[in-house]
């Protein structure tokens, strides 16, 4: 049962999430906003060029201390993967989808809450086609900490979907460019996504906080490529998910 929850790890780490960004609330604060960055570098007209690596430790702080909302698709191997959800410090929520699995997710603290379909349960979190069958559209309930599910946890909370966004390599700065009618400036590195080493650019909000916008692996020349987008929104919403009133509990399984 165990080994196919790797699979959703591997995939949220295709979207960023997120995610896949991140795969995907705060129970600790019912008002969670986004923690004052350092404004550091702010491309108004005439100003001095942005530090990519600047922006970039501004936008993961941004995101592991605050909540956002984020929806992304990545797509490898003709498979394609798409998680939406909304992230804070302690808790969040998530929607996985990939080919006919579906699952949902609710972390609260302590305790994450599981629901899906059969061919989600077996193929996002784990289970064997036995197992996802009797239990199949209801809330499954299991210790957050639970090692045996750590991949079911992983991308929903903060401070999985600023891993999930992180970049390697030398970050360079990228072309600006308006989204959405938000200024942006562009942070270009690279992310391991599979078996593969794909380049990534990070779009940051020039102005003000330098929060994640948009996050795009591109191709040789720049082009936008369908292995990895995301798009982050809703900052500092407050996230308060609600605990099922029915739920399965599984048996005693292991917390370290």
Same mark, same amino acid.
């Given at each position: ?5 790797? /699979? ?7 979207? /960023?999430?997120?995610? !896949? ?9 019912? =008002?969670? =906003? ?32 605050? $909540?956002?909302?984020?929806?992304? =698709?990545?797509?490898? $191997?003709? +498979?394609?993967? *798409? %998680? +939406? ?21 609710? %972390? ?7 629901? &899906?379909?059969?061919? #989600? *349960? ?14 199949? #559209? ?11 599910? !750590?991949?079911? @946890?992983? &991308? ?30 562009? @942070? ?9 080493? /794909? ?13 994640? @916008? ?19 929104? !809703?900052?500092?919403? %407050? ?11 599984? #048996? ?5």
């Amino acid at each position: 049962m165990r080994e196919n929850g790797r /699979a959703l790890v591997h995939a949220r780490r295709l979207s /960023a999430g997120v995610l !896949a960004a991140c795969a995907l609330a705060g129970v600790t604060a019912g =008002t969670a =906003t986004l923690a004052g960055v350092t404004a550091g570098t702010t491309t108004l007209a005439g100003a001095a060029t942005p530090d990519p690596t600047v922006l970039y430790q501004e936008a993961l702080a941004s995101i592991r201390s605050g $909540s956002v909302h984020y929806a992304s =698709t990545a797509t490898q $191997s003709g +498979s394609t993967l *798409l %998680v +939406s959800g909304d992230a804070g410090p302690a808790s969040g929520t998530q929607t996985v989808r990939m080919g006919g699995g579906t699952i949902s997710i609710l %972390v609260i603290g302590g305790i994450t809450y599981v629901k &899906g379909n059969p061919t #989600g *349960l077996e193929k996002l979190v784990g289970f064997s086609a036995s197992e996802a069958g009797p239990i199949a #559209g209801q809330w499954i309930d299991f210790p957050t900490d639970a090692s045996a599910f !750590a991949s079911v @946890v992983a &991308g929903v909370r903060s401070a999985d979907v600023a891993k999930e966004l992180e970049l390697e390599g030398t970050l360079t700065l990228g072309r600006p460019r308006t989204i959405d009618g938000m200024a942006v400036d562009a @942070v270009e590195g690279t992310q391991s996504l599979g078996h593969k080493t /794909a380049r990534v650019v990070l779009y940051v909000r020039a102005q003000g906080r330098h929060v994640p @916008v948009e996050e795009d692996s591109v191709d040789a020349k720049g082009r936008a490529t369908p292995t990895e987008h995301v798009v982050y929104s !809703a900052w500092g919403e %407050v996230v308060r998910p609600e605990a099922p009133q029915a739920t399965v509990t599984l #048996g005693p399984v292991s917390s370290t």
